[in-house]
């Protein structure tokens, strides 16, 4: 079985940073594109960042030049450094990753974390 588990989140004042991390877990041989969205109270999911097998990242117009999204392969881990931020980013953070291959063999298709939450108010 495979897990995506996000950390980090938490409150910070406008113009503070937070590392998020993404953690996937399990008899894992490959992780391919992995993307961070956001979901606001009341608002819809909306994608954040995208950094693919080969390192070639993506970003938000909203969040280019803040956040930095980055991986280690060899820890299976993903990040998203967000710095100057803003209370607009108050949100809860997922992580996705499209396909992850197995050592068994399996592809999985889409999967998510549960989310972590990142407040930023003065």
């Known amino acids: 079985q495979v897990q995506l588990v996000e950390s980090g989140g938490g409150s910070v004042q406008p113009g503070g940073s937070l590392r998020l991390s993404c953690a996937a877990s399990?008899?894992?041989?490959?992780?391919?594109?992995v993307a961070w969205y956001r979901q606001a109270p009341g608002e819809q999911r909306e994608w954040v960042a995208t950094i693919s097998i080969d390192d070639i990242t993506n970003y938000a117009d909203s969040v280019k030049g803040r956040f930095t999204i980055s991986r280690d392969n060899a820890k299976n881990m993903v990040y998203l450094q967000m710095n100057s931020l803003k209370p607009d980013d108050t949100a809860v953070y997922y992580c996705n990753a499209d396909r992850i291959l197995t050592s068994r063999g399996l592809t999985i298709d889409d999967s998510w974390g549960q989310g972590t939450q990142v407040t930023v108010s003065s």
């Open positions: 399990g008899a894992i041989y490959e992780i391919h594109s």
